[in-house]
């Protein structure tokens, strides 16, 4: 067992996550770009959140953005491009 897991261990600490700014990139911690949002492009993604039944808040735009290209429904850095399109926006619900 390396140190800092038996030091883990011993303080009880079994799990943890990182903060919604970071992320893990090749063993590291990293910061992600954060994206300013309009608040056309805000309204829309609290609105598709809330038509598949998600939990979201409205202020939670980069989760919601995050959830939708995890799932392969928004390309990303498409978000633009699914807004003006109704046939992808169509296309969300069969996916």
Same mark, same amino acid.
Not at 12 to 17: L, N
Not at 43 to 63: C, R, V
Not at 79 to 93: D, E, G, M, Q, T
């Given at each position: ?6 030091? $883990? ?7 943890? %996550?990182? !903060?919604?700014?970071? #992320?893990?990139? /090749?063993?590291? &911690?990293? @910061? ?15 609105? $598709? ?7 979201? %808040?409205? !202020?939670?735009?980069? #989760?919601?953005? /995050?959830?939708? &290209?995890? @799932? ?24």
């Amino acid at each position: 067992m390396k140190f800092d897991e038996y030091i $883990l261990e011993e303080l009880s600490f079994h799990k943890w %996550k990182l !903060k919604s700014g970071f #992320e893990f990139k /090749k063993n590291k &911690v990293v @910061k992600v770009k954060v994206k300013k949002f309009s608040q056309e492009e805000t309204s829309f993604l609290f609105s $598709l959140s809330m038509a598949f039944g998600l939990n979201f %808040k409205e !202020k939670d735009s980069i #989760e919601i953005l /995050k959830f939708f &290209v995890d @799932k392969k429904i928004i390309k990303p850095n498409g978000l633009s491009n699914f807004i003006s399109s109704s046939k992808a926006r169509k296309n969300a619900w069969k996916k």
